[in-house]
């Protein structure tokens, strides 16, 4: 603990996939962290093993309203990730990317206080250009399904510049691409958490398309480094920085590495490709590499496997409560007799 400095730190989304493992991190580092987000997406049984912690606090709060709180620093996740999720209410994921942009940096312009921005890969949309570098300006569609969360995101990157640039605030933008892992929801419809919910049950593996469309799955204990040393980094750090796995693999591919390492007997049923779905996404990290110092080590196979530990042991206690419930409803029934 030589040479920690305590600093007292916000997470917005904080109760989310991403957010919940950055909460964590950061309280084990010893830091004061306060976790803002109003559950969209996220929920309180991400955070409950650090409720009891004197270090954390959980807000709820929306961060498409102003926020007045006293912090160092802000790394601002909320957002909600996933196609169906985003998609849901798209008007209110716009407006989450950009009011709370605004917000958020209002907040570290008030306090001087430096701001981290969860950007993502799909800024550059269908990208013609592979691997994807930070120069690559992308391919999004501004009027389709998914731009209310491309465009959002890159709305908030130019605030996130402008803010730099008109104020002098400390901002550093991640771009981060497609991470996967424990605490995941069961039911937000991305592939990986599909896919071993689908695999553990049997059931046939929705691949979209004809599966040949590839992305790089960055596992999310390196993805959570990257964004703490991307923080921490002394020198502000003008350019957004891609943060991912560059390990390209088809989606195909990815559904026969889950049912073999999940010793599934599931089969793979080939479902319509969904709206402006990127063909191929991978990230060059070397802008990672050269100023954190960080590439991921976690290898697919191995985080895959964590992965499916965790969806494993969600399903036994979802089916144990099942039995608790449908067991007391049985005495209840007996007792009415
Ligand atoms: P998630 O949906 O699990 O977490 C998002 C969190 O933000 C949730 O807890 C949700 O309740 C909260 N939230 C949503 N709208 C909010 C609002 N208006 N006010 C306050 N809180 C709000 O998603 P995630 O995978 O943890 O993603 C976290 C961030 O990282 C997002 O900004 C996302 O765009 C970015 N990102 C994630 C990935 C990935 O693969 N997981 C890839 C690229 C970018
Ligand atoms: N804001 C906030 N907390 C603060 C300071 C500002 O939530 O501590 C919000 C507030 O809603 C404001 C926005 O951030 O409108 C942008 O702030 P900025 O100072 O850039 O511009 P303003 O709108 O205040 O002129
Ligand atoms: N996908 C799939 N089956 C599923 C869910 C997703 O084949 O059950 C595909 C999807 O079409 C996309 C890729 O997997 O090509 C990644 O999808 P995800 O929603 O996880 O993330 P994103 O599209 O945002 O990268």
Redesign the pocket.
């Known amino acids: 603990m030589k040479d920690l400095v305590i600093k007292r730190i916000l997470v917005t989304g904080g109760a989310g996939f991403l957010g919940s493992h950055l909460c964590e991190r950061l309280v084990a580092q010893g830091h004061d962290v306060l976790c803002a987000d109003n559950f969209y997406t996220g929920s309180r049984r991400n955070v409950a093993h650090l409720l009891d912690n004197p270090n954390f606090e959980l807000l709820r709060h929306d961060v498409t309203f102003p926020l007045y709180v006293e912090v160092d620093e802000i790394y601002n996740l909320a957002c909600p ?4 999720h985003y998609q849901h209410d798209p008007v209110q994921t716009t407006k989450t990317s950009v009011h709370g942009a605004i917000n958020m940096l209002g907040l570290a312009k008030r306090l001087g206080a430096k701001l981290l921005q969860a950007s ?3 800024v550059y949309g269908d990208a013609l250009r592979h691997p994807q570098t930070e120069d690559y300006w992308g391919h999004v569609n501004p009027i389709g399904p ?1 731009s209310c ?1 491309d465009e959002g995101k890159r709305c908030a990157e130019t605030l996130c510049m402008d803010y730099r640039r008109q104020h002098g605030l400390d901002v550093r933008v991640a771009r981060i ?2 991470t ?1 892992g424990p605490r995941m929801h069961p039911r ?8 071993v919910m ?1 695999a553990l049950a049997n059931e046939a ?5 004809d ?1 040949s ?3 790089c799955f960055c596992y999310v204990d390196d993805l959570i480094d990257g964004l703490i040393r991307m923080m921490n980094l002394p020198t502000p750090v003008d350019m957004p920085v891609n943060l991912g796995n560059p390990h390209e693999i088809s ?2 591919d ?2 026969r590495r889950v049912i073999g390492l999940a010793r599934s007997e599931s089969a793979l049923r080939f ?1 319509p ?2 709206v402006d ?3 191929r ?1 991978c990230p060059s990290i070397a802008r990672a590499q050269a100023l954190l110092g960080w590439s991921p080590s976690t290898p697919l196979d191995a985080g895959l496997m964590a992965t499916i530990a965790w969806f494993r042991r969600l399903r036994a206690a979802a089916e144990s409560h099942m039995f608790a419930m449908s067991d007391a409803t049985a005495r209840t029934a007996h007792h009415q007799d």
Do not use: K, W
Request: hydrophobic share 30%; charged share 20%.
């Open positions: 990730a996933s196609p169906i993502t890969s799909e998914r969360y691409f497609n996967y937000d419809g991305r592939v990986i958490s599909n896919f689908q593996l929705t691949v979209y398309g599966g469309q590839t992305r989606m195909a990815t559904a479902e490709l969904p779905d990127p063909c996404r």
